[in-house]
């Protein structure tokens, strides 16, 4: 999906590095979103992007759930497994 996106619009690499360096936050401070809209959810918003990653804290990991733009309808549930 990148692969195509990034042809149609080259800005589409900025946003994979943010979205990257936003999970790789997220692993070394998991609560530093926000609580999400969702139950059992978190969200954080991704630097210089529109975008938002909805996640999940685990015991021993952070699992990303959805990435969505800011824009977009918010789902009524996110699967968390």
Do not use: C, K
Not at 19 to 33: C, K, M, Q, W, Y
Request: charged share 25%.
């Amino acid at each position: 999906m990148f692969t195509y996106i990034e042809a149609e619009n080259p800005r589409a690499v900025h946003v994979d590095q943010q979205i990257v360096l936003a999970t790789h936050r997220l692993i070394e401070f998991p609560e530093s979103g926000r609580p999400g809209r969702i139950a059992g959810t978190r969200e954080f918003v991704v630097a210089r992007t529109p975008y938002i990653a909805a996640y999940a804290v685990m015991a021993d990991a952070v699992r990303i759930l959805r990435i969505l733009h800011g824009a977009q309808r918010w789902p009524d549930e996110i699967a968390t497994e």
